[in-house]
């Protein structure tokens, strides 16, 4: 095509602007939200699309959470765009909070102490090359890493989780709202045309008549 890049970007550009946009994550961030308030789908479909994606950027599977997005908003009768982009709240820079606030209620649901069993594990989980391994390796992987770090994740993250995506559900739902009334008023038309020009039409008529 005309406008396409002469040299497309390798994985190390697409890494990069993974974890850093061109746009900022600011600039991404409204881009998003204007994405998800253009879908024409009805405000709940489009809220609980939203909720999905937001709930499984809290749990602990990483590069799982377009899936678990997808599968939530097929229950609870989502948009799947809108899921997966509900997703943009787990990214670079909200993810160390996420991961750190999850890891610490879980702990603390289980009664555990910080670091209980294996101190490492966060680290363990960063340093895995996923797709270097086979499933024999991710099984392996994941029952070395389950106890001390999934699991408190996992069950620290469906409570945050759960109160975040009603929150989204809630905001996301008034403001695709809002925004599909002021888009109804832009584009209402006038009942009633003025009467005017017809009488001056009649009066023309007339006119010509008697002459």
Do not use: C
């Not at 900022?24 to 961030?29: D, K, T, V």
């Not at 749990?59 to 609870?76: C, E, N, R, S, W």
């Amino acid at each position: 095509m005309l406008f396409n890049r002469r040299h497309p970007p390798d994985w190390r550009e697409k890494l990069r602007i993974t974890l850093w946009p061109r746009r900022s994550w600011a600039r991404s961030g409204k881009y998003v939200a204007k994405r998800i308030m253009r879908l024409t789908a009805s405000p709940h479909a489009v809220a609980a699309g939203v909720a999905a994606g937001v709930f499984s950027s809290f749990t602990p599977f990483m590069g799982l959470h377009f899936l678990i997005a997808f599968a939530i908003a097929y229950i609870v009768a989502g948009n799947f765009l809108a899921a997966g982009l509900g997703t943009f709240i787990g990214n670079p820079i909200t993810f160390p909070f996420i991961w750190a606030a999850t890891y610490s209620s879980g702990n603390f649901i289980l009664h555990r102490k910080m670091g209980e069993g294996d101190g490492s594990g966060i680290m363990k989980l960063a340093d895995v090359q996923w797709m270097d391994l086979g499933w024999s390796g991710i099984l392996e992987t994941m029952g070395g890493i389950w106890e001390p770090l999934i699991k408190p994740m996992l069950i620290g993250g469906i409570p945050i989780g759960t109160v975040f995506a009603i929150g989204a559900y809630i905001m996301t739902r008034a403001a695709s709202r809002k925004f599909r009334d002021r888009r109804m008023k832009k584009f209402e038309k006038p009942s009633k045309p003025s009467s005017g020009p017809k009488k001056n039409t009649n009066n023309n008529m007339q006119n010509s008549a008697a002459e």
